[in-house]
């Protein structure tokens, strides 16, 4: 009896043996906090585990006890450690046993500071959050300015309609010269040109250009004066008015400096003036239709886009002698070459015109109150 009961002990002692010591590992940061995990193994039945603080007060935690094949017992348990905490120390027993092995770690207040991780994650959450909020506003703003935007291009659009609309009023009558024309232009009812390559046995007159060109037997030196001028698909041309005296013999440069106030187009899409240095045009749509007014006293020449009814630009000189219509065709052979033509100009009544004290300020709150302009304008094959 003393026999077995000596060797029942040995067995208790045995499997306390077995198990083995408390292994405390740091996981990581978590809800504020220092996440210890407390193992052990090899226990011959369920043990009981326990987390103390530094005055050895049972801490709240949460563990798992599991069997494996053999019939013995493994023991994990998680504590999450506050700043501040001290000493903590993990136990673990057999249960009706006062016997119990322990490990113990020291959290110090280190581990608490802000790694250097930690700062590059706060500090990219907060450029995040900044970034955020600045395309919200750049949204924001976008949106605003695309509305007034809008509103000013709306205000534009009546304001060019309605100035296009008032210049059409002084409508004058132009008719080409014939013998100012290169002998390579054919003229056609005083109203087309286009070039042949084939030149036309013309007298030589000291008015005909030497440049491929023409102008017009109404010359203006006074008062407000507009035209339409027909320009089709062409991909080169060139119109607006020139000086009467100038030199008819020789090459010049477009110019304010050597009398020339043209709009000029090439290659099928470069619009551009010399107003005296070259200034390239981007007109919204491309020009088929171009509407010229000469205000000699305004001393201004404005260039009209008559299919949208749009500005395109207006040159300001001080104007001084005759000034005449100028035309200068494609000089070469286009694919879709057509003549340049001086079209009538219909206009509306003028109790239907739209007067420009009516047109209001795009930041008013009367935008939308002033009438659009719808005149009807001929096509090409009715000019």
Not at 70 to 86: A, K, P, R, T
Not at 145 to 162: C, F, I, V
Request: aromatic content about 10%.
């Amino acid at each position: 009896m003393a026999l077995l009961l000596t060797l029942l002990l040995s067995f208790i002692k045995l499997g306390s043996a077995l198990s083995s010591t408390p292994l405390i590992s740091i996981m990581g940061y978590v809800d504020g906090g220092i996440e210890l995990l407390c193992q052990s193994s090899v226990w011959l039945s369920q043990p009981i585990v326990k987390w103390k603080g530094p005055q050895g007060h049972d801490l709240s935690s949460d563990s798992k006890i599991t069997a494996n094949r053999h019939g013995l017992f493994d023991v994990e348990s998680f504590f999450i450690v506050q700043e501040n905490s001290g000493s903590i120390s993990c136990f673990i027993q057999l249960p009706n046993q006062s016997q119990r092995i322990e490990s113990r770690i020291w959290i110090r207040e280190t581990f608490f500071q802000l790694s250097s991780w930690h700062l590059a994650s706060i500090a990219l959450g907060l450029l995040c959050f900044i970034l955020s909020v600045g395309i919200i506003a750049v949204k924001m703003f976008s949106s605003k300015y695309m509305r007034n935007n809008l509103k000013e291009l709306e205000w534009r659009k009546k304001q060019s309609e309605a100035e296009l609309t008032q210049h059409q009023k002084y409508a004058v009558e132009v008719t080409l010269d014939p013998d100012t024309a290169h002998p390579q232009l054919y003229i056609s009812d005083l109203k087309s040109v286009i070039f042949n390559e084939a030149p036309q046995d013309v007298p030589y007159m000291e008015k005909r250009f030497l440049r491929k060109c023409v102008v017009a037997s109404q010359g203006f030196e006074t008062g407000k004066h507009y035209w339409e001028v027909d320009v089709g698909d062409n991909e080169s041309w060139c119109l607006g008015v020139c000086q009467d005296n100038v030199h008819r013999n020789q090459y010049e440069t477009y110019s304010s400096n050597n009398g020339y106030w043209v709009l000029e187009l090439k290659e099928g899409h470069k619009y551009f003036i010399l107003d005296p240095q070259r200034v390239s045009i981007f007109p919204r749509k491309p020009l088929t239709k171009v509407g010229v007014f000469l205000d000699c006293e305004g001393r201004t020449i404005s260039f009209f886009n008559v299919d949208d009814k749009s500005l395109i630009y207006t040159l300001t000189h001080q104007f001084e002698g005759l000034l005449r219509p100028y035309i200068k065709p494609p000089s070469y052979i286009e694919k879709n070459r057509a003549p340049i033509v001086i079209c009538p100009v219909t206009q509306r009544p003028e109790r239907e015109s739209i007067s420009q004290d009516k047109l209001t300020s795009p930041n008013t709150d009367n935008e939308n109150s002033s009438p659009e302009a719808t005149i009807p304008f001929l096509s090409r094959n009715d000019c």
